[in-house]
Each structure stands twice: as structure tokens, then as C-alpha cells.
């Protein structure tokens, strides 16, 4: 305690004494009261603490100046304007007393709430303030009690969850918003409810014995239902706190609405029992281990092989060390985040098994939180390569013969081939020799005739000569008619020397594929010539528009060819049931070097099945009818090999046919059999 200095001068002892004994009732007053006590010698500028005042700061009494300096600067600078304008509007006269709340800073530097009050006891004559007393009271309690609830309220208020605050009797007094949301009623509507009227899981009557538990275990989560307003009923989940306040108490209870969770657990089980289904159903073994190296999971198979080892470590698995040692390299190398993948050989049991294992980690994002190892049995692959390593030994030689079996059979097939690709040849070309031979029967046929009648006038005319008896008249008719005789021989053998000569050049060309400069229109002419005797009788037309002056240095054989197989496989094909096809035969330059040689008929078409094999050997749709498959395989190998050029082929059955040849104005160069 701070003694006051006493003004000088001879005071009165009366005075003094009386003086005296009223600070000793002031300060048993103090001592006694539990709030900090000051006083304001405002003349003297002296202040007094009491002990309270000190120690409900922490500090010993005394243990630093008691001025009103040293309590302005325990002041919160938030608080200290307020509380000197507070004081000093006492001090002027405009509040009979002051009282403000204002926070104080303790020793260790934290802050304490506190009422300060002031009053002034004594003034002079003039009025001015002479002394002022006052009390700080500690009100640092209530203040966090306030901003608790304050906060509380703020956080229920805004909580996601439904807040209710439950009376002893199970009504509500009081639900947030929330509340109100999830079950559909309004917040009157609420207040005037019990528990058991929104839990349909609750009866009444078990309120009383409930609340009593309440109130022995204080805090308990449960599970439970709540009933909407509307009548659904959804899975909750309750948080509640026995709770007391200003002398009553009260359930204050969370609750969330756990459907969704529900529904995540219901899927999480059978997601479970799926995954649980799916590992026993695989046929080889299966683990899982944890970090510590524990085994957590097993499948069927792998038990079959290693029993239970579900909590066990591997060194309770096995006492073969190399074998533990290796197992535990493993795990360690995927718990760093590898994936192991080894053959071995494993003694299990009386058997030795071949695994090829794979150890690989189970990650948490980034986090890896176990690992998986699957051992997979491949004993019997095993066997199966240890058996096909001993035919390899041999395969070499056994390649090496079939190969030779091959290329003999290659060599007789190719053999085969050109023999029939030649028969082919010898068959087109004697069909133009029966044709040619026919068509020559008629010039000859007429020659022949003509000249037997020419004979016979001769020998009447010679009788009439040797009678003596020649008249003018039988001159001038022999004449005429030895004339007309004449004129129809030479007429009937151009005709043949024509076709002869025709025939001649086809026959050449085709037999001997020389090559040599022609004029594509007239190879064109030609070639159907040949051909008239093969048409005669048929109502089939060959419409053909090739400009003259075409030249082009290459094989005209090879492309006659051609074009007599294209005739021939749309007689046999594409007019199969049709009286009257009609055949286009066009030519058209592409660039300096490329004709382009277009071959259509109207026919029945080829159906989209066959148009990829139509240039393979021996694919025909008229086997055992005459057709050998050979005819648009020669015209391929012919255009795209002798010819140079390429042939593409565009049909859709009831559409007839279309080949677009491209070949090169000068063919390539063929190699003789000795340089090939």
C-alpha cells in the first residue's frame, strides 16, 4: 500500500486523528472487497493502488509506480481515448460519475477486461475537483463468455447442420434456419414441436428416462430418422450436448442429414463385395500388404497355396532366409514406388512351382499406402517352352527342308502357270484362227463360185467358136460377162488378202510380242475384225471413239490381248442373260506421255464380294462352265507388266463394268530372259 505524503503545517491533531481513523475503516473496507480499489489525489498528483488493483493484473503489489501515467499506459490503445474523455467529462462537471469498459494489459502482455468507475469526493470552494476514488472491476470472464456465445450463435446461425435446442420436457426452444430447411417446417411451427413428433423412431413416453441419460454421459453421437413435413422420412445423424445456461438446462443437438453418406456406404459395400467377388474369382494368387509389411488381403487361390497368412509378416510366412530376404527386397523396392515384375521357382510344399510374381505399389495420390503382389503360375508354360526348346534344336533342319519343298513346289507352280497362261494364249489365238478361217470362207466361197461359172461360159463360148457360128451378139455377152466375172474375183480376193493380211499382223503381234510404233485406232480396227466372226449372229454392239494419229511405241500384241480377253470375259459375263449389251471402246490423251484407254459394257455387273479378286488366277464365277480364271489375271499381269501402265476396274451389280487403263505413249523396256 502507498502511504499518502501529508501537506505541511501544524494541522490540527483532532484533524488528523480523525483522519487516521478513517483510512483504517477505508482500508479494512478495501482488504475486504474483491475489486481493485484506487484513489486520486488530484491536488498532490498522488494515486493509490490497492493490492487487489495489482494482483488482478499479475502483478506484486507495489510493483510499479502508482501514477496515472503508469495506468494510462496499461491502457489498450483502442481503449485509452474513450477512457480519458470519459474522465475528463466527470472532472468538468458533465457526468455526475464516470463508467466505461475497457481492456488492461496483465504482466505477461495479455489483455484484461475490467469496469472502471470514478467518482470525485472532494472540491474546493471553486469547485475544482480535489480527490477522486473509484473501482476496477475484473469482468474478463464474462467478456470471453460473451464472445463464446456471440460466436456460438454466429456459427449456428450460418451452420450447415440443423441446430435445436431441446427443454427438459423434449419441445423445442430454439432451431436454426437450417432446421427449419430440412424438414420443411417453419420456425413457429418448430417451437411448438417435441422430438418424438419429427423422429418416428421415438415414442413419448421414452423421453423421461432418455433425458436422464442426457444428463449422466453429457455429450453422445447416435443415429436416427427424421420425418419431413411432407412425409419422407430420411437417415440423420445427432450430435448431442447437455448443456447448461443461466440455471436451466438444455439438449443442444447437430443434426445432419446422412443420406447421401448413406447411399455412399450402401455403394461402398457392394463396390466391396464386387471387388471381393473379383478377387476371388481370379485364378492365380493375389495380396495385398501395408506399409508395415503386414499382409491385410488374400485371395482363395493364394490360401490353397500358402494357407492363411492374412496378419502375418512374411518372415511368419516362410524360415527359408534367402527366400525371405528376397521377398522383403521386393516390397521394399515397390514401397519406394517400383513395380517389380520376376520369374522364379518356388518350392511349395513337396512341388516346385514357376510364378512369375509382379510386386507393384498402391498409391493415395501421391502417397503410396500398401502394396499388391499377384503370383501367377506358369509351371505349365514352363514345360511347354522347355518342350519347345527341344524342337527347336531342330527346327532349323526342318525349315530348311520344307523350304526346299516350297521353292520346288513354287517352281512347278509357276511352271504350271505359264503353261496355262500360254494354253490361254494358244486358245485366244485359235479362236482368231477359226474366226478368220470362217470370215474367209465367204470371199473364197464367192471366188470359187465365180470362177467355175466364168469357166463354164468359157467353154460354151469356145463350142460356139469352134461351130463358126459367132455372133456379135454372143461376143458383146460374153464380154459383159466375162467382165463382171473378173471384177468379183478381185473383189472377193482383196477381201481375203485384207483379212489375210489382218490376221497376219495379229498373229504376229501375239505370238511374238515385239514391240514396235502403231497407231492405237488402227490396232483397235484390227483387233475387232478379228473379232466380227465372234459377234456374227449376236445382237451385241462395239461402239469405239479412238481419234486417229495416236501413235504410241510399244507392244501391240500384249494389248490386243488385252483387248480380246476384255471382249471375251464381257460375252461370258457381263451379258450372261442380256440379248442386246453394247461395249464402248474410248481413248483419250492424258499428257505427253499417257493415253488413257476406258473399256465399258452395260452389263450385269460385278458384286462389291468379287471386285477385290477378279485379278487373281483362277477365281471365276463359271467353274465347270468353260472359264479357267486366267483371262483378266493375264490382262493384269499384261498392262501392268508388258504394257507398263495400270488398270483399275469400278462395277455395282445392274450397272455393267468399267476398266480404266493408263498406259505410257513408250512402254518400258523389257528385259531378255538372259539379263532377267
Given at each position: 500500500?502507498?502511504?499518502?505524503?501529508?501537506?505541511?503545517?501544524?494541522?490540527?491533531?483532532?484533524?488528523?486523528?480523525?483522519?487516521?481513523?478513517?483510512?483504517?475503516?477505508?482500508?479494512?473496507?478495501?482488504?475486504?472487497?474483491?475489486?481493485?480499489?484506487?484513489?486520486?489525489?488530484?491536488?498532490?498528483?498522488?494515486?493509490?493502488?490497492?493490492?487487489?488493483?495489482?494482483?488482478?493484473?499479475?502483478?506484486?503489489?507495489?510493483?510499479?509506480?502508482?501514477?496515472?501515467?503508469?495506468?494510462?499506459?496499461?491502457?489498450?490503445?483502442?481503449?485509452?481515448?474513450?477512457?480519458?474523455?470519459?474522465?475528463?467529462?466527470?472532472?468538468?462537471?458533465?457526468?455526475?460519475?464516470?463508467?466505461?469498459?475497457?481492456?488492461?494489459?496483465?504482466?505477461?502482455?495479455?489483455?484484461?477486461?475490467?469496469?472502471?468507475?470514478?467518482?470525485?469526493?472532494?472540491?474546493?470552494?471553486?469547485?475544482?475537483?480535489?480527490?477522486?476514488?473509484?473501482?476496477?472491476?475484473?469482468?474478463?470472464?464474462?467478456?470471453?463468455?460473451?464472445?463464446?456465445?456471440?460466436?456460438?450463435?454466429?456459427?449456428?446461425?450460418?451452420?450447415?447442420?440443423?441446430?435445436?435446442?431441446?427443454?427438459?420436457?423434449?419441445?423445442?426452444?430454439?432451431?436454426?434456419?437450417?432446421?427449419?430447411?430440412?424438414?420443411?417446417?417453419?420456425?413457429?411451427?418448430?417451437?411448438?414441436?417435441?422430438?418424438?413428433?419429427?423422429?418416428?423412431?421415438?415414442?413419448?413416453?421414452?423421453?423421461?428416462?432418455?433425458?436422464?441419460?442426457?444428463?449422466?454421459?453429457?455429450?453422445?453421437?447416435?443415429?436416427?430418422?427424421?420425418?419431413?413435413?411432407?412425409?419422407?422420412?430420411?437417415?440423420?445423424?445427432?450430435?448431442?450436448?447437455?448443456?447448461?445456461?443461466?440455471?436451466?438446462?438444455?439438449?443442444?443437438?447437430?443434426?445432419?442429414?446422412?443420406?447421401?453418406?448413406?447411399?455412399?456406404?450402401?455403394?461402398?459395400?457392394?463396390?466391396?463385395?464386387?471387388?471381393?467377388?473379383?478377387?476371388?474369382?481370379?485364378?492365380?494368387?493375389?495380396?495385398?500388404?501395408?506399409?508395415?509389411?503386414?499382409?491385410?488381403?488374400?485371395?482363395?487361390?493364394?490360401?490353397?497355396?500358402?494357407?492363411?497368412?492374412?496378419?502375418?509378416?512374411?518372415?511368419?510366412?516362410?524360415?527359408?532366409?534367402?527366400?525371405?530376404?528376397?521377398?522383403?527386397?521386393?516390397?521394399?523396392?515397390?514401397?519406394?514406388?517400383?513395380?517389380?515384375?520376376?520369374?522364379?521357382?518356388?518350392?511349395?510344399?513337396?512341388?516346385?512351382?514357376?510364378?512369375?510374381?509382379?510386386?507393384?505399389?498402391?498409391?493415395?495420390?501421391?502417397?503410396?499406402?500398401?502394396?499388391?503382389?499377384?503370383?501367377?503360375?506358369?509351371?505349365e508354360r514352363k514345360r511347354v517352352e522347355a518342350e519347345l526348346q527341344r524342337?527347336?534344336?531342330?527346327?532349323?533342319?526342318?525349315?530348311?527342308?520344307?523350304?526346299?519343298?516350297?521353292?520346288?513346289?513354287?517352281?512347278?507352280?509357276?511352271?504350271?502357270?505359264?503353261?496355262?497362261?500360254?494354253?490361254?494364249?494358244?486358245?485366244?489365238?485359235?479362236?482368231?484362227?477359226?474366226?478368220?478361217?470362217?470370215?474367209?470362207?465367204?470371199?473364197?466361197?464367192?471366188?470359187?463360185?465365180?470362177?467355175?461359172?466364168?469357166?463354164?461360159?468359157?467353154?460354151?463360148?469356145?463350142?460356139?467358136?469352134?461351130?463358126?457360128?459367132?455372133?456379135?451378139?454372143?461376143?458383146?455377152?460374153?464380154?459383159?460377162?466375162?467382165?463382171?466375172?473378173?471384177?468379183?474375183?478381185?473383189?472377193?480376193?482383196?477381201?481375203?488378202?485384207?483379212?489375210?493380211?489382218?490376221?497376219?499382223?495379229?498373229?504376229?503381234?501375239?505370238?511374238?510380242?515385239?514391240?514396235?510404233?502403231?497407231?492405237?485406232?488402227?490396232?483397235?480396227?484390227?483387233?475387232?475384225?478379228?473379232?466380227?466372226?465372234?459377234?456374227?449372229?449376236?445382237?451385241?454392239?462395239?461402239?469405239?471413239?479412238?481419234?486417229?494419229?495416236?501413235?504410241?511405241?510399244?507392244?501391240?500384241?500384249?494389248?490386243?490381248?488385252?483387248?480380246?480377253?476384255?471382249?471375251?470375259?464381257?460375252?461370258?459375263?457381263?451379258?450372261?442373260?442380256?440379248?442386246?449389251g453394247r461395249i464402248e471402246l474410248k481413248a483419250q490423251t492424258l499428257d505427253?506421255?499417257?493415253?488413257?484407254?476406258?473399256?465399258?459394257?452395260?452389263?450385269?455387273?460385278?458384286?462389291?464380294?468379287?471386285?477385290?479378286?477378279?485379278?487373281?488366277?483362277?477365281?471365276?464365277?463359271?467353274?465347270?462352265?468353260?472359264?479357267?480364271?486366267?483371262?483378266?489375271?493375264?490382262?493384269?499381269?499384261?498392262?501392268?507388266?508388258v504394257l507398263g501402265g495400270s488398270i483399275k476396274v469400278d462395277s455395282a451389280?445392274?450397272?455393267?463394268?468399267?476398266?480404266?487403263?493408263?498406259?505410257?505413249?513408250?512402254?518400258?523396256?523389257?528385259?531378255?530372259?538372259?539379263?532377267?
Amino acid at each position: 500500500m502507498v502511504n499518502r505524503i501529508q501537506p505541511a503545517g501544524d494541522a490540527a491533531d483532532a484533524a488528523a486523528g480523525v483522519r487516521r481513523r478513517s483510512e483504517e475503516r477505508l482500508r479494512l473496507v478495501i482488504e475486504a472487497t474483491s475489486d481493485g480499489i484506487w484513489d486520486w489525489n488530484l491536488q498532490a498528483g498522488e494515486m493509490f493502488f490497492s493490492d487487489r488493483w495489482y494482483t488482478m493484473l499479475d502483478y506484486a503489489p507495489g510493483e510499479f509506480p502508482a501514477t496515472y501515467a503508469s495506468w494510462r499506459e496499461r491502457l489498450h490503445p483502442d481503449d485509452r481515448a474513450p477512457a480519458e474523455a470519459a474522465v475528463q467529462a466527470h472532472l468538468e462537471g458533465c457526468l455526475p460519475e464516470y463508467s466505461i469498459e475497457c481492456r488492461m494489459q496483465a504482466k505477461r502482455g495479455d489483455w484484461r477486461w475490467v469496469n472502471a468507475r470514478g467518482k470525485v469526493i472532494e472540491r474546493d470552494a471553486a469547485g475544482r475537483p480535489l480527490r477522486m476514488v473509484g473501482t476496477h472491476v475484473d469482468i474478463d470472464a464474462r467478456k470471453r463468455t460473451e464472445k463464446a456465445l456471440r460466436l456460438a450463435q454466429l456459427s449456428i446461425s450460418r451452420a450447415s447442420d440443423a441446430v435445436f435446442w431441446i427443454a427438459p420436457n423434449g419441445y423445442f426452444v430454439e432451431v436454426n434456419e437450417q432446421a427449419c430447411s430440412s424438414l420443411g417446417f417453419t420456425r413457429d411451427e418448430l417451437l411448438s414441436m417435441a422430438v418424438w413428433e419429427i423422429d418416428p423412431d421415438f415414442a413419448a413416453e421414452r423421453w423421461p428416462p432418455h433425458w436422464e441419460q442426457t444428463r449422466q454421459l453429457g455429450k453422445r453421437r447416435i443415429e436416427t430418422r427424421h420425418r419431413r413435413r411432407d412425409g419422407t422420412i430420411f437417415p440423420v445423424e445427432v450430435i448431442a450436448n447437455h448443456v447448461e445456461y443461466e440455471g436451466e438446462e438444455y439438449d443442444f443437438a447437430f443434426v445432419r442429414d446422412v443420406s447421401e453418406r448413406k447411399r455412399a456406404e450402401t455403394a461402398l459395400r457392394e463396390s466391396e463385395a464386387r471387388l471381393r467377388t473379383a478377387i476371388e474369382s481370379i485364378p492365380f494368387d493375389l495380396f495385398l500388404i501395408d506399409v508395415g509389411g503386414r499382409y491385410v488381403l488374400q485371395n482363395s487361390a493364394s490360401r490353397e497355396h500358402w494357407g492363411d497368412v492374412s496378419g502375418k509378416r512374411p518372415a511368419e510366412v516362410t524360415d527359408d532366409q534367402a527366400l525371405l530376404a528376397h521377398w522383403q527386397s521386393n516390397n521394399a523396392r515397390a514401397l519406394a514406388g517400383e513395380i517389380v515384375g520376376e520369374d522364379v521357382c518356388l518350392g511349395v510344399g513337396d512341388a516346385q512351382r514357376h510364378i512369375h510374381n509382379v510386386i507393384a505399389p498402391i498409391r493415395d495420390g501421391d502417397a503410396i499406402c500398401g502394396i499388391v503382389g499377384v503370383n501367377i503360375d506358369i509351371t505349365e508354360r514352363k514345360r511347354v517352352e522347355a518342350e519347345l526348346q527341344r524342337y527347336r534344336e531342330h527346327l532349323e533342319d526342318v525349315v530348311r527342308e520344307r523350304t526346299t519343298a516350297l521353292a520346288r513346289s513354287n517352281a512347278d507352280l509357276r511352271q504350271a502357270m505359264e503353261h496355262l497362261v500360254q494354253t490361254e494364249k494358244l486358245a485366244a489365238l485359235g479362236h482368231l484362227v477359226a474366226g478368220v478361217a470362217h470370215e474367209l470362207n465367204t470371199p473364197l466361197g464367192n471366188a470359187r463360185l465365180v470362177a467355175g461359172t466364168l469357166g463354164e461360159l468359157l467353154r460354151e463360148f469356145a463350142v460356139t467358136v469352134e461351130s463358126g457360128s459367132v455372133r456379135r451378139s454372143q461376143v458383146t455377152t460374153f464380154l459383159a460377162r466375162g467382165r463382171e466375172a473378173v471384177e468379183l474375183l478381185e473383189r472377193n480376193a482383196e477381201r481375203a488378202a485384207d483379212l489375210i493380211t489382218q490376221f497376219k499382223q495379229v498373229a504376229v503381234d501375239q505370238s511374238s510380242a515385239r514391240r514396235r510404233s502403231f497407231d492405237l485406232r488402227q490396232t483397235v480396227d484390227e483387233v475387232l475384225t478379228t473379232l466380227r466372226p465372234v459377234l456374227k449372229g449376236l445382237r451385241h454392239q462395239i461402239e469405239v471413239d479412238v481419234p486417229g494419229g495416236l501413235e504410241l511405241d510399244s507392244y501391240p500384241g500384249p494389248l490386243e490381248q488385252v483387248l480380246v480377253n476384255l471382249v471375251g470375259n464381257s460375252l461370258a459375263h457381263g451379258f450372261a442373260g442380256i440379248e442386246a449389251g453394247r461395249i464402248e471402246l474410248k481413248a483419250q490423251t492424258l499428257d505427253a506421255q499417257r493415253v488413257r484407254l476406258t473399256y465399258s459394257d452395260n452389263g450385269v455387273g460385278i458384286p462389291a464380294a468379287n471386285l477385290t479378286r477378279i485379278f487373281d488366277p483362277f477365281f471365276t464365277t463359271r467353274l465347270g462352265q468353260g472359264g479357267s480364271g486366267l483371262g483378266l489375271y493375264i490382262v493384269y499381269n499384261v498392262v501392268t507388266g508388258v504394257l507398263g501402265g495400270s488398270i483399275k476396274v469400278d462395277s455395282a451389280p445392274g450397272h455393267g463394268t468399267l476398266f480404266t487403263l493408263t498406259l505410257p505413249r513408250t512402254a518400258p523396256e523389257r528385259l531378255s530372259p538372259a539379263t532377267r
